[in-house]
């Protein structure tokens, strides 16, 4: 049996017609299932019995159980048992919204250097069903709902492009989950066919790229990926994006104590970004306790942001949620298999 989750809606469409039932049947269980969450087929009111019948035989209505759940005063960890592996996703209560940080892999396979993730290789690709669901679960665990919803757990979306195209085709459809395209985004080490792909996409999801580096030479030693698709190659595609969707793409720069975080890297990071529609995202790294590497002095962020500043880059400091609840990628689920 397959979950009701792992449909879009003109994939649901197509199984009723084929059925023997009406297209609008499919908007009517997406109301149920995603409107008013109903946990149980029979519990849509407006659908006939026969086709009760059909979705009670053939889908399920799966939400995850919540293994761990780690809290601080403004950023929530959970550790979800999703079809008996373990994913991580973190709720952070911003006065303006509510957003929630999913993952999208069991494990990821970019081996970033600095990266927790990366140290547990990729088991599996998460569903369709596995990823929206992480956003139903915690919503129906806090009888919250989310505003923001952020692709940046553990995994590289990109490298499960198509499960995640139909994650974010049930997160926008105004039928789905409701949340605007604008109200999203996704992460990615640097796929750059899937960023280009990414582009031509519908909708207006927003990109974040995580570059690190300044230049070659320091964004091999820290992203395999790096010698796949290099730095020119990743401009181009993000030139690409702007281009097809004229929205500011945000550039992650984590900041790494002697290695990426001088003034002589500011400038440089300065001239590849400039004249593009984008802002850097200055990230203070969270070092966990199997790392080789530091998180950079505050006066050297200082620097390097008042760097940028100068260059007309704009430039913003991440705020530091979740510090203290290891609310560094892939962390909790990293202790979690070590205690096992
Ligand atoms: N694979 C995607 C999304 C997951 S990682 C990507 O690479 O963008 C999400 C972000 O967290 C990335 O920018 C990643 O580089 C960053 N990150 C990983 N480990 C970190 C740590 N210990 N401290 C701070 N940021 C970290």
């Known amino acids: 049996m397959s979950s009701i989750f792992d449909l879009t809606i003109n994939e649901l469409e197509s199984v009723l017609v084929s059925n023997g039932f009406k297209k609008f049947n499919a908007t009517q269980v997406f109301e149920g299932i995603y409107k008013k969450r109903v946990s149980s087929f029979n519990d849509i009111s407006n659908i006939s019995k026969e086709l009760k019948e059909f979705l009670n035989k053939n889908y399920s209505i799966e939400y995850f ?27 952070m209560l911003h006065n303006y919204a509510n957003s929630l940080c999913i993952s999208t892999q069991v494990g990821c396979n970019m081996g970033c250097a600095f990266c927790e993730s990366g140290k547990l290789k990729k088991v599996r690709n998460l569903t369709c069903a596995e990823i929206v669901g992480q956003v139903l679960t915690i919503e129906k665990e806090e009888n919250i709902r989310v505003q923001n919803i952020v692709i ?11 499960n995640l195209c139909k994650a974010l085709s049930n997160f926008t459809n105004s039928k789905g ?24 996409l519908e909708g207006q999801v927003n990109l974040a790229i995580s570059l690190h580096a300044p230049n070659d030479e320091v964004r091999n030693k820290l992203m395999p990926i790096n010698k796949a698709y290099p730095i020119k190659e990743v401009m181009e595609a993000i030139d690409y994006y702007i281009e097809k969707t004229n929205r500011r793409v945000t550039i992650e720069y984590i900041m790494l104590d002697g290695i990426n975080d001088s003034v002589e890297s500011a400038k440089e990071l300065s001239n590849l970004l400039k004249g593009k529609l984008v802002y850097v995202n200055l990230i203070p790294y969270n070092s966990t306790s199997s790392s080789e590497f530091n998180r950079s002095k505050k006066e050297n962020i200082m620097k390097f942001y008042d760097t940028l500043k100068k260059n007309n880059i704009e430039v913003t400091i991440r705020k530091e949620m979740g510090k203290d609840i290891k609310g560094a990628c892939g962390q909790l689920r990293a202790n979690y298999l070590d205690i096992k």
């Open 65 to 91: 159980s919540v293994i761990d759940k780690l809290t601080s005063s403004d950023t929530t960890k959970y550790l979800l048992n999703i079809n008996n592996e373990q994913v991580e996703c973190v709720l």
């Open 177 to 200: 989950v409701n949340i605007g395209s604008r109200h999203i985004t996704v992460s990615t080490c640097g796929l750059v066919p899937k960023i280009r792909e990414f582009s031509n």
């Open 152 to 162: 940046m757990g553990i995994g590289e979306p990109f490298d499960n492009f198509d």
